[in-house]
């Protein structure tokens, strides 16, 4: 029988240090032998890399420039599946080869061109850390966990990103966005589901304010004593003669509170979908030149050694192939 090796903490530093200098090691020497390999086959690799620079400044010219624009929405009513699912149809919908069959510019009021160059529809979750219902960050890099106890996913609070070749008309077009969203039968259902269910909190918060503020003035001012009483008022007690009675101003208030946290998500649903603030566009634009030259040149690079490589291994190939 086999035995199993054990291995302590220490040996497994160790190993683990063994492995990243032999990883560390293989990459330089990978690094050296593309850098010899570039010097024999320079004009290989220098056509190579200028061929990727001018492919790189003709996606980055000024007309094929695409811009970042998000903005934070409330939802009231519909859900954030709800959302994701409409805005994965708006994407479509907007989809260039499909764009005139759907007649999407007459309905969002916009040009051609300008719905043309939207693109890239995504949708981020807004997290809450304190559990307060105010949004604290939106997640980009989606690593949060609906599971998660802690740090919450919003239901009433979504991230709406797209891209734009028209960053002046960028508040614009997400306001057209918006109103497409809005105008969906889905959307309107849930919407004035939810403010009816406000309607009715508002209502019966107001009626509970009023019954208890009647019981008190019934109790205190409307029960007969047969007899002239000296009342008055002390702490949170209501003293009448030698006897102290508490009031109902805690079940008051506590009404109260609920009364104007209702009557303030009644002010703000005014639509399926509204904007938190307001559509942001990134000036930065996406493929800018610089960043796209960066990545040509490495890619580039890479491309003229692999070309260089097989060129000069020909021979081998070739008789390799005729086996």
Known sequence: MQQEREMNFFDFCKACADWFR??????????????R????????????????LVVANYMAR???RRYKVEAVVVLNGPTVELTNQVFRNFAMAAAPQISARQNLPALLQLSPDEVKGLSHFKTFPVIDCLRDSVADYVDYKLKSSPLDTVNLRMANRLC????TKHPLEGERIGEAVIAYLNAQPQMQTAFEH???????????????IEKLDSLTTAFYFKQGTGEQVQAGLWERGFVVGR????????????????????DYELALCTAPVVVEDRFIV????????????????????????????????????????KK
């Open 22 to 35: 032999r990883v560390c090691r293989a990459c330089w020497e990978l690094f050296a032998k593309m850098l």
């Open 37 to 52: 390999l570039s010097y024999r086959q320079w004009w290989i690799v220098l056509i190579v890399i200028m061929a990727a």
């Open 62 to 64: 000024r007309t094929n």
């Open 160 to 163: 709406l990103q797209f891209q």
């Open 194 to 208: 939810k403010r009816a269910i406000l309607e009715r909190k508002v209502e019966f918060a107001k009626n509970q």
């Open 243 to 262: 006897r102290e009675i508490k009031l109902f101003t805690d079940a008051i208030y506590l009404e109260f509170r609920r009364y104007m946290k209702a």
């Open 282 to 321: 990134y000036p930065a634009p996406v493929n800018g030149r610089i960043k796209l030259n960066v990545i040509a040149l490495l890619i580039g690079w890479l491309l003229g050694c692999v070309i260089a490589a097989l060129i000069e291994q020909r021979k081998t190939i070739v008789s390799w192939l």
